[in-house]
Every structure is written in structure tokens, then in C-alpha cells.
């Protein structure tokens, strides 16, 4: 079965910390990994992941792909309160290849 | 852009009546997918279209759920008859395939 695993599944942090958000996955068929933000109803796109090693940065958020240790991260510096919000990682694959499978999500609270 | 459409925003139903939400993908995307999304909880698969075809709904009660996309473009997705269990965030998205997928606002049902 395909698994999505985050940590840690909470964090309280002050403005100007930077945080690294994990994202590990047992996934058949990868194709890619998602990070979005959540932070009502509707996720937010952030990061499309495909490749080893190669960092994608938007800003002050960053996220790499490990396909051999099967992991990503993202990271975030200099965090402000608007970046409070549930961040979600998820993996297309599976079965069916184009399934995406979504952890259970990092809830990231940045207090002034 | 128009972004992706779903209706209502919110429902609150008694448990046995039935239920429908309503989804408009964004134009030219030929995948729809529904989610339920539990407090807590990361996005679950309920049913995922290519054009009008349904080509995973291995997730879907059966019993109870229905989904319809005739004309490969906007879809419904129906509870009947509703149970308490059913409440939570019901998320539609689309995209092109294989692409990243791009979420509407949800629609929140509650079932008393």
C-alpha cells in the first residue's frame, strides 16, 4: 500500500525561525512528489518534485527530493505569521501511476 | 483564470437525507478528482476521472457515493443516504494529466 508519512504533524515556531518540514514515502511507480499549502479549504500549490538533488525555491520556501532515500523536505526561513497554514506533501504513482497519494499534513504555527 | 469551482460552500444535512456537490474544473483540464479531506487528516482519494471515463474510484463507498461526469468537463458527487461519518471537507481539482493538480475552496458537510 502506498504511504505518505510527515513530520513532525505539528510545530509552533516565532516569526523569524527558519523550519524544515519532513516528507518520507513507500510509493510504487513514482513519478513525482507535490508539496502544497493549506491554509482554509483549498490546498495551494508550492513545489512539483522529479528529480534527485535539484532545489526548488520560491521565496523564502525551498524543497529538495531524495528518490534514493525516498524523502523530501521543505524548508522555510524567516518565517512570518502568514506562513502559518497546514503544509501538505503528496506523491503521484501507485497503481495507476497518476495517484496521488497526501500525507496527513505539517500544522505550522508562527507567533509574532 | 478562472480557477476550479465548487458549490455550495457549505451543508448541513440530518443523516439518511441525501446530498450533492457540484464541481467545475479549470477549462482544458481533461482529470478531475474528488477528495475527503477529515479534521486532522490529509486528502483522501474518492474517485478520479480522465475526460468522462472514471479510471480510479477503487476508494469510493459504493454503497452510498455516487459520481457522475457526462460531458468530460464539470461533475457531481452524491451521498445517499448520508451518515454521520460522512462529515467533513469534500475538495474537487483537476488538471492536465500527469500535471500538477490545482484545488476549488471545497465544499464543508456536515451531517447531524
Known amino acids: 500500500e502506498d504511504k505518505v508519512v510527515q513530520s513532525p504533524l505539528s510545530l509552533v515556531v516565532h516569526e523569524g525561525d527558519t523550519v524544515t518540514l519532513n516528507c518520507s514515502y513507500e510509493?510504487?511507480?513514482?513519478?513525482?512528489l507535490l508539496w502544497y499549502k493549506q491554509e482554509k479549504k483549498a490546498p495551494t500549490f508550492l513545489f512539483m518534485l522529479?528529480?534527485?538533488?535539484i532545489e526548488k525555491k520560491s521565496g523564502r520556501l525551498s524543497s529538495i527530493l531524495d528518490k534514493k532515500e525516498l524523502f523530501s523536505i521543505l524548508n522555510i526561513t524567516a518565517t512570518q505569521t502568514g506562513d502559518s497554514a497546514i503544509y501538505l506533501c503528496?506523491?503521484?504513482?501507485?497503481?495507476?501511476?497518476?495517484?496521488?497519494?497526501f500525507g496527513k499534513g505539517t500544522k505550522l504555527s508562527v507567533i509574532p | 483564470e478562472a480557477g476550479v469551482v465548487q458549490s455550495p460552500r457549505y451543508k448541513i444535512i440530518e443523516k439518511k437525507q441525501p446530498v450533492a456537490f457540484w464541481c467545475n474544473p479549470i477549462?482544458?483540464?481533461?482529470?478531475l478528482y474528488w477528495y475527503r479531506q477529515n479534521l486532522g487528516q490529509g486528502p483522501e482519494l474518492l474517485i478520479r476521472?480522465?475526460?468522462?471515463?472514471?479510471?480510479?474510484d477503487s476508494q469510493l463507498p459504493k454503497d452510498r457515493f455516487s459520481a457522475e461526469r457526462l460531458k468530460g468537463v464539470d461533475s457531481t458527487l452524491k451521498i445517499q443516504p448520508a451518515e454521520l461519518g460522512d462529515s467533513a471537507v469534500y475538495l474537487c481539482?483537476?488538471?492536465?494529466?500527469?500535471?500538477?493538480?490545482?484545488f476549488g475552496s471545497g465544499t464543508q458537510l456536515s451531517v447531524l
Open positions: 477549462s482544458g483540464h481533461n482529470t
Open positions: 522529479t528529480s534527485s538533488g
Open positions: 476521472y480522465e475526460n468522462e471515463e472514471a479510471v480510479d
Open positions: 510509493v510504487t511507480n513514482f513519478r513525482s
Open positions: 503528496a506523491v503521484m504513482g501507485g497503481a495507476g501511476s497518476y495517484q496521488l497519494t
Open positions: 481539482a483537476s488538471s492536465v494529466t500527469n500535471g500538477k493538480l490545482f
